[in-house]
Structure formats: structure tokens, C-alpha cells
């Protein structure tokens, strides 16, 4: 089986450990593919460039990245560096790493028309570069691993109009895990898992059948919100919600760390033990 692995984007996060982790596991046996995220990369390149960080407002309140045309050079350079970055490292650490940072393992339609929010105000926003994944290479990503590679995947995709275009990472972690029939897909961020209440730790949910997600998403806000609706999609596959802040982060979140959303028949099987 394979599991799939999202590392997040945002600031503060150190992937070495996560690498290191599954470096470690694939050399064991494991195939894993791994997918990452580039925000805190491309906000860095941005402000040296001086182009602006925008965020828009959905009409539920969810806030997302504005891709511009003048930012979405520096998003796809961000991204392609970010994956440079990652597959050296694996390499380093004794893997066969692949980088996928080009546009065409993912396909997307552009968002021409996103309803939202700016300075208080509701606007249609009509130059975003940014799209919904319609479909990803997964047989592409299955041969490499069966010859013993373990892919890296970029979240840049391409349109039906060939346009570059910023895709989730969650998402795309998501499509893939569903694709490939993956066993597992832990997602690795800057937070623990799914939280009762977000300023106390403490209230980590544990586990939660996939079947109450929607009971328990308004607990989830921002970050959280999107990695829910990223688990619904991979809905046959152990979803693992968990810090990248652990020596052994990928080892910790599979031995019980962290949110675990299990599939209905490992719940019921649960439940009835």
C-alpha cells in the first residue's frame, strides 16, 4: 500500500525531521509520495520583489491566498524551489526522491469568478490564479513508485487554457491519497490536530469517524476548516491530522498522535472491541 504525505508551507515549519522520518521508512520498504506546501516560501519572495500578500475572504468566512498575474510567477518560483529543497534533502537522507514541480501532474479549472470580501466590502474577483483541481497524474505517480522513487509533488497546476494556476496542497494531498488508493494520508503542520478550542492544546480530539466530520466541523477554523474538507475527499484512507513539530513526526502520528479521521469500517471495527 501507499501512504501519502502533505508537509506544510507555512512559517515555522521544519520539514528535515518528517524527511528524515519517511527517508527512513521508505528504506525499510514503505512507498510513500509526498506532497508540500510553499506559502511561507513565496510570501519571503514576494516582499524581496516587493509585490504584495493579499488574502481574500470568502462569503463562509474561508481566507485564501490571491494569486495575481503578477504573483503567480513568484508563487510557481517559490514552489519549484520549496521542491528542490525537499528532494535534495531526501536524497541526501538516502531516498530516490522525484520532484514534480511541473504544472501538468495537476489539473485544474481556474476560479474566474470568486465572490468575496475586501476591506468590508463584497467584490467579484475575476484575475485570480488560483484553481480547483479537477484531476491529478496518478498513474504517473504509481509507476515512479513502484520502481522505488517517492515522488514530490508541488502545488502548481495547469488548466484546460494551459494557464499556471496555485492549487491547495491539502487537496491535492487529498486527490492523490483517493487516486492511489492509499492506506494512509497524514497531513504535517504548524498546529496538533483537530482542537476543541484553538488556544488550549489540551482539547485535541483524539479520533473521529469520518462519518461525524460534518458534526464536528464547526470546530475546526482556517487551517483546520481546509484539512477537513481535504480528508472528506480521501475518504477511504486513514487520515492523520498532526504537528511537523516532532523529532519523529511521521512515527509519533502514526503510533496514535494527533487527529485520527478513520475510515467507517476501522471505526466500527473499534467499536465494536
Known amino acids: 500500500m501507499i501512504g501519502v504525505l502533505k508537509i506544510g508551507g507555512g512559517a515555522g515549519i521544519d520539514a528535515a525531521p518528517a524527511l528524515e522520518n519517511v527517508a527512513e521508512r521508505v528504506r525499510s ?46 508563487y510557481c518560483a517559490a514552489a519549484a ?16 526522491p522525484v520532484g514534480l514541480a511541473g504544472p501538468n501532474v495537476i489539473a485544474a479549472r481556474r476560479k474566474s469568478a470568486i465572490r468575496a470580501r475586501r476591506n468590508g466590502r463584497p467584490v467579484v474577483v475575476r484575475d485570480d490564479q488560483t484553481g480547483t483541481i479537477t484531476g491529478v497524474e496518478a498513474d504517473l505517480i504509481e509507476r515512479l513508485v513502484d520502481a522505488g522513487y517517492t515522488p514530490v509533488v508541488a ?20 486527490t492523490l491519497a483517493a487516486q ?21 492544546p489540551r482539547s485535541l480530539i483524539g479520533a473521529i469517524p469520518q462519518h461525524a466530520l460534518d458534526a464536528h466541523a464547526t470546530l475546526a477554523r482556517g487551517r483546520m476548516k481546509k484539512k477537513l474538507l481535504a ?3 480521501a475518504h477511504t484512507a486513514h487520515i ?10 511521521v512515527d509519533d502520528a502514526l503510533s496514535g498522535g494527533g487527529t485520527h479521521i478513520l475510515p467507517e469500517e476501522v471505526a466500527h471495527a473499534a467499536h465494536a472491541g
Open 29 to 74: 520498504g514503505e512507498r510513500w509520495v509526498i506532497v508540500h506546501g510553499a506559502s511561507a516560501a513565496a510570501d519571503a519572495l514576494a516582499a524581496r520583489a516587493g509585490v504584495p500578500v493579499e488574502t481574500l475572504v470568502g462569503a463562509d468566512g474561508h481566507t485564501s491566498r490571491y494569486t495575481p498575474p503578477a504573483m503567480i510567477d513568484l
Open 240 to 249: 492523520i491530522l498532526a504537528t511537523a513539530d516532532r523529532a519523529r513526526p
Open 180 to 200: 492511489l488508493n492509499a492506506e494512509t494520508l497524514l497531513i504535517l503542520s504548524n498546529v496538533p490536530g483537530l482542537l476543541r478550542d484553538l488556544d488550549d
Open 155 to 174: 502545488p502548481v497546476a495547469l488548466s484546460e487554457q494551459y494557464e499556471r494556476l496555485n492549487v491547495d496542497g491539502d487537496l491535492v494531498a487529498a
Open 231 to 233: 480528508a472528506r475527499i
Open 81 to 96: 524551489s520549496v521542491n528542490q529543497t525537499l528532494v535534495s534533502a531526501l536524497a541526501e537522507c538516502g531516498a530516490q
